[in-house]
């Protein structure tokens, strides 16, 4: 099953979240208590009524859910938690499916659930929404990731970004944003001119034979710089019909056209990696409609600017950065961070929330934008940045080159000629972006359990295996009334049922939980322990060939747990096979 272009719209407008769903029907229970104690005089007046938690304890021995609401309320109610707890629990409304409630250690309220209470997961796991939630609550948020500056081929780091950023747009929508994905192109200004210099002398260089020429300071150093400058050659007619050409002309027609063909080649690249963008937003675009002359006014109007030497300087120290920074210089041209402001709040005028994705020579950038924007009047916590740390290959243990391009940079175009897109995709998903990755080649090609991404894709392919058999047995799909959970007769009571069971009805707080922490890496994880809790149901309970109504409900748990299994890897954009 290969992933989807994007998450599935929800069929209805409160998917089913049973975890989240079952917390706050005990805290109604919790808050209802310790009113009728309070109203009761078991417990004394409160000036204030602290919040508590209902969460799902570390040792699920204690319980499916446990409260701290005793130990919130013991300082204003200037009491022992424990005696607080007792009070609660005398005037908690014990109803199904709560089958037993207990006060532990200091004054934790723990609750124990009938085991049937997860049945009508089974049904809700196999909708195609299933995971979906409305926590996003449709805010429109634009993330950018990637966006390499059009200067040479995408790398590996960019293959970082590229698989963590649409990782986390599919799970922000899947969690009820409005996602939509930017690549910003810097077509214009000091990278478009920098990289015109390393053009202007790698013509002379491979074209017109001169060795006797050097590149110029800043000038970009790649020698793959030659081969796009003899494709642009020929495109443009040969030799002799671009040696014809007036020089600055001939200069700005080559580098124009080698900047296209390096944007289609990561067009090309990104969309057989299966990242698709909505927007290629472009730096001339942003310069042709007066953006940045608009916002450099805007920051003079708002007094924040002062002359110094002739240039323009922004006072950006207001603001929390460690030094000013110079806006427009004394020759009347602007600095790069001028256009970089002026996306930015070209960014914030389109949507809620601005997401950016940046490589970690950027970690330094990011007060200075903050700083501009606050100074043009944006709310800048409406600007969230992920810093994309390095990655490095390895191989039997070592660091390894392997680039074609004389050891400069590995090129993403490279890298997934040595690596399956799937495994590509889950080892750098599956990290958090803010620590340093080595990618180990060996252990990303292995077809065996030790890869992580293998694993979870075999107890996919193991599931869709069973149902197969037990179609062609005639077993499946359950007919209505055959029993199972649809006609919730069992309970799913063997302790591998329940564990598996529960496993599954965690997936949409990971999801929510993905969204709103910025962290898609934690569903390789959950993915990761929700195989394993197949692997080991399958091991511990016959399946085919068990009593009629268990087989029937068993088959109905197999299908829910291959449902999830096939949403998770699709939120991580890595495909679900029914075979291996």
Known sequence: MAPTDEPRAPESAAPARPIAEMQARLAALVEEAVAQALAEGDLPPLEERPEFRVEIPNDRSHGDFATNAALALARPARQNPRAIAQAIVRWLKVEPPIAEVSVAGPGFINFRLVPSWLNPVVTAARRPDWGSSAVGGGRRILVEFVSANPTGPLNLVNARSAAYG????????????????????????????????????????????????????????????????????????????????????????????????????????????????????????????????????????????????????????????????????????????????????????????????LGQDHHGYVPRLRAALAALGYDTSRLEVLINQMVHLVRGGERVRMSKRRGEFVTMEEFLGEVDIDAARWFFAARALDSTMEFDLDLANLRTNENPVYYVQYAHARIASLLERAAEAGAWPVEAGAGGAEAAPYGYEEPAERALLWEIARFPEEVAQAAELRAPHRLAVYARELAAAYHTFYTDCRVLGAEPPVQAARLLLSDATRHTLARCLDLLGVSAPERM
């Open 166 to 357: 649409d990782a986390l747009c599919r799970v922000l929508a899947a969690a009820g944003y409005h996602v939509e994905r930017e690549y910003y192109v810097n077509d214009a200004g000091n990278q478009f001119q920098r990289f015109a210099d390393a053009v202007r002398v790698r013509y002379m260089q491979a074209v017109e034979g001169r060795a006797d020429v050097e590149l110029p300071e800043g000038a970009y150093p790649g020698e793959y710089i030659i081969g796009y400058v003899q494709a642009a050659v020929e495109a443009l007619g040969g030799r002799g019909a671009v040696a014809a050409l007036p020089e600055e002309e001939r200069v700005e027609r080559l580098a124009r056209w080698a900047v296209e063909r390096i944007i289609a080649e990561a067009q090309d690249v990104l969309a057989r990696y299966r990242v698709r963008f909505d927007r290629w937003m472009r730096e001339s675009e942003l310069r042709e409609r007066g953006v940045a002359d608009a916002v450099f006014r805007r920051l003079v109007a708002s007094g924040h600017t002062y002359v110094q030497d002739g240039a323009v300087w922004l006072r950006t120290t207001a603001f929390g950065d460690d030094k000013d920074r110079v806006l427009r210089r004394a020759d009347g041209t602007y600095t790069y961070i001028v256009p970089d402001i002026a996306y930015h709040a070209d960014k914030l005028e389109r949507c809620d929330i601005a997401l950016d994705i």
